[in-house]
T-cell receptor
Framework: DGGITQSPKYLFRKEGQNVTLSCEQN?????MYWYRQDPGQGLRLIYY???????QKGDIAEGYSVSREKKESFPLTVTSAQKNPTAFYLC?????????????FGPGTRLTVT | AQKITQTQPGMFVQEKEAVTLDCTYD???????LFWYKQPSSGEMIFLIY??????QNATEGRYSLNFQKARKSANLVISASQLGDSAMYFC??????????????FGQGTELSVKP
C-alpha cells in the first residue's frame, strides 16, 4: 500500500529538549510539506521541499529545522527555540510542487511538551 | 493579503439532506487552486475535491461538488445526501502559483459538520 507514515502517533517531551518527528512516503512524490495545527485552527505551513536536497521555509519556520536527504523522507526537528511546540503536526506530499496537485497527508503526530 | 475565510464554525444537517459549507478567498493572483479537505476525529486530512482558477465548470466528485463563483471569490462545498460518516471538520484551502511558493496550501479555520440521524 502506498502512503505516508508518521511516527510516533503521540510524543511527549520535556521543555528544553529537541525532538525529531519522522515522515516517510512511498508514493514517489517529489514535494513534501510539514504543517502545524493548533486546537480549533487550520493548518499552517512550517517547511516544504520541492525536491531532494532542497527545502524552503514556510510561514512559521522559527524554532524548526528539516532535512531532505532522500526522496522518501522529510524529518522535522522541533528545537528548544520553538516557544510553543505543543501541537498536532502533519506531513504531506504531492507529485510535484504546484497549484493543481493535491497533497496527501499522513496520520499526524501529537506532540506535547511540558 | 492571501487568506481563506470559513465563517461557519459549526453546522448541523439531517441525514440524507444536502448541506453547503461556505468558503471565501482573497488573492490578487490570477492562477490558483482551491481544495477541500475532510478531517475526521482521527486527525488525518482527506482530500475531497479540487477546482482550478481557470476551470469553467464546477468540480464534482461523487457526492461532493464545488460551487465556484470567481467574481465573488467563493468556493463553497456542497455535500449531497449527507451520511453519518460525513461528520468531521472540513477545511477549505488555496494553493498559489509563484514558483517560490512551492504549491503551499493556505487553510481556513474549518467548519465542524455534524450529521444527525
Amino acid at each position: 500500500d502506498g502512503g505516508i507514515t508518521q511516527s510516533p502517533k503521540y510524543l511527549f517531551r520535556k521543555e528544553g529538549q529537541n525532538v525529531t518527528l519522522s515522515c516517510e512516503q512511498n508514493l514517489n512524490h517529489d514535494a513534501m510539506y510539514w504543517y502545524r495545527q493548533d486546537p480549533g485552527q487550520g493548518l499552517r505551513l512550517i517547511y516544504y521541499s520541492q525536491i531532494v536536497n532542497d527545502f524552503q521555509k514556510g510561514d512559521i519556520a522559527e524554532g524548526y529545522s528539516v532535512s531532505r536527504e532522500k526522496k522518501e523522507s522529510f524529518p522535522l526537528t522541533v528545537t528548544s527555540a520553538q516557544k510553543n511546540p505543543t501541537a498536532f503536526y502533519l506531513c504531506a506530499s504531492s507529485i510535484e510542487a504546484g497549484i493543481a496537485y493535491e497533497q496527501y497527508f499522513g496520520p499526524g503526530t501529537r506532540l506535547t511538551v511540558t | 493579503a492571501q487568506k481563506i475565510t470559513q465563517t461557519q464554525p459549526g453546522m448541523f444537517v439531517q441525514e440524507k439532506e444536502a448541506v453547503t459549507l461556505d468558503c471565501t478567498y482573497d488573492t490578487s493572483d490570477q492562477s490558483y487552486g482551491l481544495f477541500w479537505y475532510k478531517q475526521p476525529s482521527s486527525g488525518e486530512m482527506i482530500f475531497l475535491i479540487y477546482q482550478g482558477s481557470y476551470d469553467e465548470q464546477n468540480a464534482t466528485e461523487g457526492r461532493y461538488s464545488l460551487n465556484f463563483q470567481k467574481a465573488r471569490k467563493s468556493a463553497n462545498l456542497v455535500i449531497s445526501a449527507s451520511q453519518l460518516g460525513d461528520s468531521a471538520m472540513y477545511f477549505c484551502a488555496m494553493s498559489l502559483a509563484p514558483y517560490n511558493q512551492g504549491g503551499k496550501l493556505i487553510f481556513g479555520q474549518g467548519t465542524e459538520l455534524s450529521v444527525k440521524p
